[in-house]
């Protein structure tokens, strides 16, 4: 989907198989501007690899610290909101890695939660700073997109079985933990260890995260036709206990109330969407 105007454009680019399995889509985003333009990246889950052309795009924490995006950063699973910046002249091309995706490519599940890295040193002989020379003198980002799937083909990795039951199970009525680890006769703690490591995140986490993301969807279509939104319905609909616990979500996921959300929605980037 592309949204544009005269001076910013932001759009994705879904990955075509077999890459849909480890990476969901490209984002990409430019600022044709002369004003530097701010953005809240809504919590994805996942870890994402973000190469800056033109200008040194900035990410900002809640303690009022930025990161200069130089060339390229990995950050994530992506577990709350943060604002970045792009300044005129700034572009940002973003791999979204799905699931297991990252630990299929590079052996890790996530790099810490609190702080972004260059990637400079994460593959031996600075692969990815050499990717980002390869890219910054090609002009069309389908073609970027495309060399990065290219770039990618020989570190990617099968995932084993256990890791693909995890990643498809679909039963909302069962624990995941519970059903496959009694399904391969294996315990509960080594299977909650495995999801964290290959993840970079717990079972109990993705399951409360994806409840919340189904609140954001309910909101995003109900607010085209209508500016008033039923917090009880959503509530019901979503499996929330109270009110309370879903202001809670809001809170922990995007430090916003969810009637400052209905505000500032047209600021927020949602990277699944």
């Not at 994402?48 to 990410?59: E, K, M, S």
């Not at 610290?65 to 700034?90: C, E, M, R, W």
């Not at 910054?136 to 970027?144: A, F, G, K, T, Y």
């Not at 496959?180 to 294996?186: C, E, F, H, R």
Request: hydrophobic letters at 35%; charged letters at 20%; one cysteine or more.
């Amino acid at each position: 989907m592309k949204k544009s105007n005269s001076k910013y454009v932001q759009y994705s680019i879904e990955a075509i198989p077999p890459f849909n399995d480890v990476i969901s889509h490209f984002y990409f985003a430019e600022n044709k501007s002369d004003q530097i333009i701010r953005k809240t990246l809504l919590p994805s889950y996942q870890t994402i690899l973000i190469f800056n052309f033109g200008c040194n795009a900035l990410l900002h924490s809640k303690q009022n610290t930025s990161i200069k995006i130089k060339k390229n950063l990995v950050l994530g699973p992506i577990k709350q909101s943060f604002d970045y910046s792009l300044p005129p002249n700034a572009s940002i091309l973003v791999a979204n890695f799905k699931d297991d995706g990252f630990y299929r490519f590079f052996g890790m599940a996530s790099i810490d939660d609190k702080r972004a890295i260059p990637t400079d040193n994460l593959v031996k002989e600075n692969c990815f700073t050499t990717l980002w020379t390869d890219l910054n003198r090609i002009d069309s980002v389908q073609e970027r997109v495309d060399y990065i799937i290219e770039f990618c083909k020989p570190y990617l990795k099968d995932g084993d079985v256990i890791t693909k039951q995890l990643t498809h199970f679909n039963d909302h009525n069962l624990n995941p933990i519970k059903a496959i680890a009694s399904a391969n006769n294996l315990s509960e703690r080594s299977l909650q260890i495995k999801h964290k490591n290959q993840f970079g995140y717990s079972a109990k986490e993705i399951n409360r995260y994806r409840r919340f993301t189904k609140v954001i969807q309910l909101i995003q279509e109900m607010t085209p036709s209508t500016s008033k939104v039923d917090w009880f319905d959503i509530i019901n609909a979503c499996g929330y206990y109270d009110q309370s616990q879903l202001i809670h979500d809001f809170n922990h996921y995007l430090n916003l109330s969810p009637s400052k959300y209905l505000k500032f929605q047209h600021d927020i980037c949602n990277p699944m969407i």
